[in-house]
Structure formats: structure tokens, C-alpha cells
């Protein structure tokens, strides 16, 4: 199954990616992003919640895409 998403989408999902990896700062994520570093946090705090939920993320890629990126910011 396919999901359309936009190059913004895509972004926001490998740097968030970066961020759990430790290969970008917040405030780096949040700059490369342009929005702030609270909503850095906000983001990373719900892909945390939903990937504990969920177990490995690699298992249900597709539903935390989903769930980002449903919640616009």
C-alpha cells in the first residue's frame, strides 16, 4: 500500500529520524524545519508514545507516518 505524501511530509519524517539518532540537536531539527523547538519536542514526544505502543518502528512504519503527519502543525 502506497501513501501519498508530500516532500514536506518526507522531511519532517527523516529529520525526526536524525533527531531520535542523535544526528541533529533539537534546536538544529527545529531550525531545519522552521518551527520551534517546542513543537520539535511535541512531535518527538508523540512519535515516542505511539512507537512504545506499537513496538519497533521499522514493523509499523506506516502507521506512524499516519499518525505524524494526520496531526498538522
Not at 531520535?20 to 520551534?36: G, H, K, V, Y
Request: one cysteine or more; glycine letters at 2%.
Amino acid at each position: 500500500m502506497l501513501i501519498p505524501m508530500s516532500d514536506r511530509d518526507i522531511n519532517r519524517f527523516k529529520v525526526l529520524q536524525d533527531l531520535r539518532e542523535r544526528r541533529l540537536r533539537q534546536i538544529d531539527a527545529a531550525d531545519i524545519l522552521n518551527i520551534t523547538p517546542r513543537q520539535i519536542r511535541r512531535l518527538l514526544s508523540q512519535l515516542s508514545q505511539h512507537v512504545c505502543h506499537m513496538g519497533h518502528v521499522s514493523d509499523r512504519v506506516t502507521d506512524v507516518i499516519l499518525m505524524l503527519f494526520g496531526l498538522r502543525f
